[in-house]
């Protein structure tokens, strides 16, 4: 099942795009419906993109390194509930970004898309 990306560009928290000590961090909130997550793609932003040994994502206590996700470690996606997405490396400069996620999933295939925030 195909989800076309301007749904899930609904996914992406506008304006959580933030420097935080180490890195920056982005949030996403389900509202389609749950998931399992089986793999994650390197995140891009600005065409950059960052190492999944520096991606960790945590929501609800869970915390776990995009590296480790795998089908036999799976992370869920439940609706309602934010995610945060920290990428440890350099603090990004001031203004507008594009950035490129991309999600494999039990539930619905590979779910990529774009959006595009400030800091």
């Known amino acids: 099942m195909q989800i076309p990306a301007f749904l899930l560009r ?7 795009l933030e420097n935080v000590e180490g890195g ?3 949030k996403l909130k389900n509202s389609l419906s749950p998931g399992t997550t089986t793999a994650v793609a ?3 932003v600005n065409d950059n993109e960052y190492s999944l040994d520096a991606t960790t994502i945590s929501s609800e206590g869970i915390e776990i390194l995009g590296s480790d996700i795998s089908e036999d470690n799976t992370f869920p996606i439940k609706v309602g509930v934010e995610i945060l997405i ?4 350099d603090p990004l400069p001031e203004g507008e970004h594009k950035i490129d996620l991309s999600l494999k999933t039990k539930e619905a295939g590979t779910l990529a898309f774009d959006v595009t925030d400030s800091i």
């Open 10 to 16: 609904k996914l992406y928290i506008k304006g959580s």
């Open 24 to 26: 920056f961090s982005l």
């Open 42 to 44: 390197p995140i891009k």
């Open 86 to 89: 920290f990428i440890k490396g």
